[in-house]
């Protein structure tokens, strides 16, 4: 679809091809999200640019995402269905189940609607249905929490609470953030309250979720209202099962939405130049992103000006599929943002709600840890004698003359690249086309340098 927002020289600037890393002068043409250089066309959700690695093609993922959501939800409606042409159910079961059949339905028409407004259509594709590429609904209950809950007779807090503790961070840094990233921003509530309270040149909201991205759009953006219906298998007693929500657009006298900019995109293959923002926040991120907490950390030192401040606000709880020996504990990573080159600034450690529904009768409590750290300008000779690029692979690896008592062409071709500016990062980047298919690229590089190390 065609993107008809407009967007500042100065933040058009700071864009480049995820794919091939190009930026404007070398043939990226974010007007039209295309990339000459590598003729990778790039696709809007609307007024979302969307710039991932495979351009258009992306979509397909996001296709088949949808019609496995419809999928799941027509069986459940059928199964209701079903449950309801019983003859042994009450006035009230039957009242029950019909509440939640209609919250379903709306749900489906409303996402449906949606989506395919924004050319985003349902189509299963085989190949993706054996690779499982994700649940767009999985965290629907985001978009409740985001716009609906904190209204009403009780309303929830935790919006509030989330802006409080990342604005007691951002009051206590020594300039007011004005390039401002928010990785994993989800249904845009906590970005947009950032930005409406700092006004800053551009707040960038990330995420990679169609279904959030397009509810982020429509609230803020095209300023319309949405209806979803909300219902609870536990329900509170006294509470009904099911509600149907309104879903109010923010109030924006001052236009600043012209300035917070919603992007879909992967963490992994930002779409920006280095050092394009001077504060980057991750909520409930860093657990969540799908990789290593280590290069999470390399990537935002990566993206932040010098003296630039990252924020982060969330539990420590990884996902079942990340292996044990990346499920790190927070006095590990404080270590690795140490050795990245990171001055640890401030931290809080509390406990509190957690996607608190009005309706639901089961509370869940997360610690949350939430600290600032801030970028220094320089790395010290602190990290190359304690080998800390060897942990921290966006590092540079220092020139220290490496050699290796085996002798192999592809170990020569590795040394060669050292030159005290590639990182172990850069270096399997650009060996990776000639290492046989099954190899871990990173293991090879990070086991050759510790042995020669060890060695020495």
């Not at 007691?168 to 928010?182: C, G, S």
């Not at 551009?202 to 991205?213: E, M, Q, R």
Request: with cysteine; charged share 15%.
């Amino acid at each position: 679809m065609i993107n008809t927002k407009h967007y500042s020289k100065n933040f058009i600037g700071c864009t480049l091809c995820p794919n091939c890393g190009s930026t404007a002068q070398q043939g990226f043409d974010f007007k039209n999200l295309y990339c000459s250089a590598c003729g990778t066309q790039h696709f809007s959700l609307g007024d979302v640019p969307c710039l991932f690695p495979a351009g258009n093609h992306h979509t397909v993922i996001w296709q088949h995402q949808t019609a496995t959501m419809q999928y799941m939800a027509l069986q459940g409606l059928a199964a209701l269905e079903e449950s309801l042409s019983r003859y042994d159910l009450t006035n009230t079961s039957r009242q029950r189940l019909t509440d939640i059949q209609t919250a379903n339905q709306i749900n489906l028409e409303s996402i449906l609607t949606l989506l395919q407004k924004l050319g985003i259509n349902p189509a299963p594709n085989e190949q993706l249905g054996q690779m499982n590429p994700g649940d767009i609904s999985e965290y629907f209950d985001l978009i409740f929490r985001d716009w609906a809950w904190d209204s009403g007779l009780t309303p929830n807090q935790e919006n509030a609470s989330a802006l409080q503790r990342t604005m007691q961070f951002i009051a206590d840094l020594p300039t007011k953030p004005q390039r401002i990233l928010v990785l994993g921003a989800g249904a845009g509530r906590l970005s947009w309250d950032i930005h409406s309270q700092l006004k800053p040149e551009f707040t960038v909201a990330l995420d990679s979720n169609p279904l959030l991205l397009a509810v982020a759009s429509e609230l803020i953006y095209n300023q319309k209202p949405l209806n979803f219906g909300e219902f609870k298998n536990f329900p509170q007693i006294n509470y009904p099962a099911t509600k149907s929500w309104t879903l109010n657009p923010i109030d924006d006298p001052e236009n600043l939405r012209s300035s917070w900019l919603l992007m879909g995109a992967n963490v992994w293959q930002l779409p920006f130049i280095k050092q394009t923002f001077d504060l980057i926040i991750t909520p409930w991120f860093i657990d969540v992103n799908g990789g290593d907490v280590r290069d999470l950390i390399g990537l935002i030192h990566g993206q932040l000006t010098d003296h630039g401040h990252w924020i982060n606000s969330g539990p420590l709880l990884f996902t079942r599929h990340l292996p044990t020996q990346l499920k790190y504990t927070a006095s590990e990573i404080k270590e690795f943002i140490d050795l990245s080159g990171f001055a640890f600034c401030s931290e809080v450690i509390e406990n509190t709600g957690y996607l608190l529904s009005p309706l639901e009768a089961r509370f869940r409590e997360e610690q949350v840890w939430s600290f600032s750290a801030q970028k220094r300008t320089a790395l010290t000779e602190t990290i190359i004698q304690t080998s800390a690029w060897l942990i921290m692979h966006h590092l540079p690896v220092p020139n220290l003359n490496f050699t290796c008592r085996d002798s192999h062409q592809l170990i020569d071709i590795i040394l060669a690249k050292v030159d005290g500016i590639r990182s172990i990062n850069d270096i399997c980047l650009e060996i990776a086309p000639q290492i046989p298919e099954g190899i871990a690229v990173k293991d090879l590089v990070v086991t050759l340098f510790g042995q020669i190390i060890s060695e020495k």
